[in-house]
């Protein structure tokens, strides 16, 4: 069991590590620094000791208004009414008293904002962010045994430890975001009430595979998506905006199987209202109960389809029941969750399904936004398109995209050439809740992306470079460089083998999807290192990649060109899927055949030693007698005196009489000699058996 460092147990008591270190010095047990290991009884020790520190003390129950001073050290509240003279170690000042924050004050941003930083930052740019000098930031890296310049980049444990050393709360996220939230934090986003204006609700269909969430959106839209999809299972996510009562309500229709979690995930972050759907024939599953986690943890109102009521054996009051023991009570017993009942296939009650998802965004959510801010909003989905080039689909959330504007999301930047609704129809123009598909963009966008929009080409071109130098820098933190010491202590250790994969989909939805599969897989068996993902078909680099690294090339809905075909001829593997848990399953069954056979004890005989006899060519020989199984020459063997192995090595010699044999079966005698071994004594036990490899 690994050690618990001391930035560990401070992080546990909720103490400085300052103050941990300052008390294993009291205690006679010093360290050198945050990062360094402790015993267990020295562990337990200061939990003992600091296990109440960062407890509060209860607040004197005082009944007059009193009035306290506002510096961070603790003094005692004075009664004004009382208006007692202070004591000499009390200072109250009158002019003080306009300064002390009432009950109802906002906090001080300072105390509780965390200060973002993008991974893989510089030490420079690090004390530039936190406002401290450079020197000293690198002062207490030294001190945690972190040797690094001031222009090399940190890995996310140095940015945490230093952090923490320095007394700031820090938030390492991608660097996009870190520019998001500075440019939110610069901007005022109070706008006045006259500015604002009512905008679609974004409604995102979640629920269990099979459930019948593309149909009822089908039904809806009155068109035929489910008989383009592999298997009728939704593989990407799709953006719709239909017409209802003469409003726009925009649905994010969320692939169903188990495997795109993380899409849907994405779906629910982006979406002011959930839609979960539910078989009255089949009830709550596995994936609903996921669905609503994904709703809950985006603190969006849910309203409950149960679908497939014109089904015999449906029974939606069975759904209910299910649905209120996670929290989702229905308003008809009680509660605050919609439900309607429908059927997708009968067209039941669609409209009514409708008219309550706008009267709940209509009570609970504030369905405003401003069209003439600057455009701003999420990438869904990315995908390259043979005769298009880049295409992304875009979900405006405030001001209006126009053709011709400048964009920029993540590292990929455009100027939009065309946009077009979800019907293919060229669209000028898209405001806020707003899906469409932009076209321009110089490199693929990946999906889940902020994107907004920039003044001209050369401010987009110099953010996204920026960008670009940053998550390189965080790229090669993350990826640690091993020495020939380390493989060799891994092997020495047991070391785990590597699975080393390229991964390729047509969607960076899909990539995304399989790659969470991938990390989700058991590492402690195979540790699984996916090299390269990425939108597109197979090209020669991905080929000249795994060539490279002797990686295997995972191809979802995207084959090979001919150029990488002949590339990869007999030395690479090239596996292509159209369904995403085939390609998981397969990528799982490799994985555990590099982990190579086990090796298991088969016991062949075993042979009493009767007699001992000198031999003038073969020294000391043990007359036997087999009495279980069979003795074969050559076999592996050890001898064992009072159940104790005494030595282990092979059978050199087995004779019959004066001929030498090949095997000897029990019921018969023979003379055994050992491999340089001569100790052999009456009484002893001769085993012998042989090492057989299994497949795991």
Not at 38 to 43: F, G, K, L, S
Not at 551 to 563: K, M
């Amino acid at each position: 069991m690994a050690r618990p460092r001391v930035n560990e147990i401070a992080r546990e008591l909720g103490v400085s590590s300052k103050e941990v270190l300052r008390h294993l010095e009291e205690i006679g047990q010093p360290v050198k620094s945050h990062s360094s290991a402790v015993d267990e009884d020295v562990a337990a020790r200061l939990r003992t000791d600091l296990g109440g520190v960062s407890a509060p003390e209860p607040e004197p129950q005082i009944p007059a208004r009193t009035v306290a001073e506002p510096d961070s050290t603790p003094r005692e509240a004075v009664s004004v009414e009382a208006e007692p003279q202070p004591e000499p170690h009390e200072v109250v000042a009158v002019e003080h008293v306009q300064d002390i924050p009432q009950k109802g004050a906002a906090p001080e941003p300072e105390a509780t904002s965390a200060v973002a930083v993008h991974r893989g930052i510089t030490v420079q740019d690090f004390a530039a962010r936190v406002a401290r000098s450079a020197a000293e930031v690198q002062r207490e890296l030294i001190g945690l045994g972190e040797m690094v310049t001031l222009t090399q980049p940190m890995s996310d444990e140095a940015i945490e430890l230093v952090s923490e050393a320095l007394g700031i709360i820090v938030s390492v996220v991608d660097p996009a975001v870190e520019e998001t939230l500075l440019e939110e934090s610069g901007e005022d986003e109070a706008e006045d009430d006259g500015e604002l204006e009512p905008r679609p609700p974004v409604v995102t269909v979640m629920g269990h595979v099979d459930h019948g969430k593309t149909s009822i959106l089908d039904a809806i839209r009155r068109t035929n998506v489910v008989a383009g999809e592999a298997g009728g299972i939704t593989q990407h996510i799709g953006a719709y905006q239909v017409r209802v009562n003469d409003r726009d309500v925009t649905f994010i229709d969320t692939p169903g199987h188990e495997a795109f979690t993380a899409m849907r995930a994405r779906g629910a972050q982006v979406t002011d209202l959930a839609v979960l759907v539910v078989a009255a024939d089949d009830g709550v599953m596995p994936q609903t109960v996921e669905a609503i986690d994904h709703a809950r943890a985006a603190r969006v109102p849910v309203v409950v389809a149960v679908n497939k009521i014109d089904r015999p054996d449906a029974d939606p009051t069975r759904v209910r029941q299910q649905l209120s023991d996670h929290g989702l009570l229905p308003e008809e017993w009680g509660g605050e969750t919609i439900y309607v009942d429908v059927s997708a296939k009968e067209r039941t009650n669609l409209d009514t399904l409708l008219e309550m998802i706008l009267l709940t965004s209509d009570v609970q959510l504030d369905m405003r936004a401003n069209p003439h801010a600057p455009a701003r909003g999420n990438v869904i989905e990315a995908n390259l398109d043979k005769g298009r080039g880049p295409v992304a689909t875009v979900l405006v959330k405030r001001g209006e995209l126009r053709r011709g504007d400048i964009v920029l999301a993540g590292i990929s930047w455009g100027k939009i050439r065309a946009m077009l609704d979800e019907r293919g129809r060229n669209v000028k123009s898209a405001g806020p809740g707003t899906p469409v598909q932009v076209l321009g963009w110089q490199s693929l966008p990946e999906a889940g992306d902020e994107f907004r929009a920039a003044d001209d080409e050369r401010e987009a071109r110099a953010v996204t470079s920026e960008r670009e130098q940053h998550r390189r820098a965080a790229d090669l933190v993350a990826q640690k460089q091993v020495s020939l010491q380390d493989l060799l202590r891994a092997t020495q250790d047991g070391g785990i083998p590597e699975l080393n994969l390229v991964l390729k989909a047509d969607t960076q939805g899909s990539v995304e999807a399989l790659d969470g599969q991938l990390s989700g897989m058991d590492q402690s068996l195979v540790k699984v290192n996916i090299l390269r993902k990425g939108a597109g078909a197979i090209t020669e680099n991905d080929v000249a990649l795994a060539q490279a690294s002797g990686a295997t090339v995972i191809g979802f809905n995207v084959v090979p060109t001919s150029q990488a075909r002949a590339l990869a001829e007999g030395e690479v593997d090239i596996r292509t899927y159209r369904v995403i848990y085939q390609a998981v399953q397969d990528i799982q069954d490799a994985a555990r055949g590099l982990l190579g056979p086990e090796t298991r004890e088969v016991p062949m005989g075993q042979a009493e030693v009767r007699a001992t006899f000198r031999v003038p060519r073969y020294g000391l020989v043990a007359g036997c007698m087999v009495i279980e199984g069979t003795i074969r020459r050559n076999a592996r063997a050890r001898l064992v005196r009072d159940g104790t192995v005494v030595y282990e090595s092979r059978i050199g010699s087995l004779r019959r009489f004066k001929d030498d044999a090949r095997e000897v079966a029990a019921g018969f005698e023979c003379g055994i000699g050992i491999d340089g071994y001569q100790d052999v004594k009456e009484g002893d036990m001769i085993q012998a058996f042989e090492i057989q490899e299994v497949a795991r």
